[in-house]
C-alpha cells in the first residue's frame, strides 16, 4: 500500500510540474549593430543564435534602447526555435559602460517577461533574469528563469 501511494504522489507531482512551470536557461552568442541613437542614447538592434531548455537551437532579434546616461537598457525581443515556434519578451535593466565608444566593452543584467508566443508557445508565460557582455560587434547573452506551459494548449 504505501508503494502505491507513493507511486501514485510522485505521479501527480510530475504531472503538475509537467503542465505548469519549468526551468528555463539560454545561452546566446549575440551580435549589436547600433541603427541610431541621440548624444546620450544608443538605439540598437540584436540578433544572435543559440541554445536553450525547452526550445533547443534558437534565433534572438529584437530592439533595444540603452539611455547612456542613466546607465539603462530596455526592449524586446523574439526567441524563435528551429520548428519556427517563438514567443515575444520583453526586458529591463542596467548597463555598465567602460568608455564612450560604441565599441567598447559593456556589461548588462536585468529582467526579462514573456509577452506573446506563437506554435508550441502559443499560451506560454514566465520570464527571469539576463546578464551578458558586449565588445564590438560581438556578445553573449544568458537568459535564466522559468516558463509556464511549454507546447501545452490551455
Known sequence: MRTL???LTLSL???TYAGSTVPFHATIDTTPVVVGGSPTTLDLVITGTGEGGHVGRLEVDGPSHVDLV????????TLTAADGSSFDFSFVGTVGITGPLPTDPVTFQ????VTSGTGRFENVSGG???TGSAAGPSG???LSGALSNPGQRN
Not at 536585468?110 to 517577461?113: A, I, Q
Open 13 to 15: 507531482v510530475s504531472t
Open 70 to 77: 542613466a546607465a539603462t537598457q530596455t526592449g524586446t525581443s
Open 5 to 7: 501511494v507513493c507511486i
Open 128 to 130: 527571469g533574469t539576463y
Open 140 to 142: 553573449i547573452l544568458f
Open 110 to 113: 536585468g529582467t526579462w517577461r
